[in-house]
């Protein structure tokens, strides 16, 4: 069993950057690859970005690639999205995950996550 907790989320203008972090109980979150998701309304969740075990591999939606960077801190159970020239459309609930899928790269399949944060409301204003 593994809790996730997001934070950072928040107003920002078109433009702006903002960190989210995802930390997570227990002491075995080396052994999970990570996972960051989003969801607005209306529309269906949709893969942002997924970081491996160690950090060695990751991957990006196409929306995001070149803006935003997934990265965690395994001696601080955390990961991080670090998101840059935001854009109204990055509007939405983003909600890290935990997997114990060991395969590389990382999947960009929500079926392939075990456990799941609440949420952290993100809003772009134009």
């Known amino acids: 069993q593994v809790q996730l907790l997001e934070s950072g989320g928040g107003l920002v203008q078109a433009g702006a950057s903002l960190r989210l972090s995802c930390a997570a109980s227990?002491?075995?979150?080396?052994?999970?690859?990570m996972g960051w998701f989003r969801q607005a309304p209306g529309k269906e969740r949709e893969f942002v970005a997924a970081i491996s075990r160690t950090g060695g591999s990751t991957r990006y939606g196409d929306s995001v690639k070149g803006r935003f960077t997934i990265s965690r801190d395994n001696a601080k159970n955390t990961v991080y999205l670090q998101m840059n020239s935001l854009k109204p459309e990055d509007t939405a609930v983003y909600s890290c995950?935990?997997?114990?899928?060991?395969?590389?790269?990382?999947?960009?399949?929500?079926?392939?996550?075990?456990?799941w944060g609440q949420g952290t409301q993100v809003t772009v204003s134009s």
């Open positions: 227990g002491r075995t979150f080396s052994t999970y690859a």
């Open positions: 995950a935990a997997s114990t899928r060991i395969a590389l790269p990382p999947s960009t399949g929500a079926g392939s996550y075990d456990w």
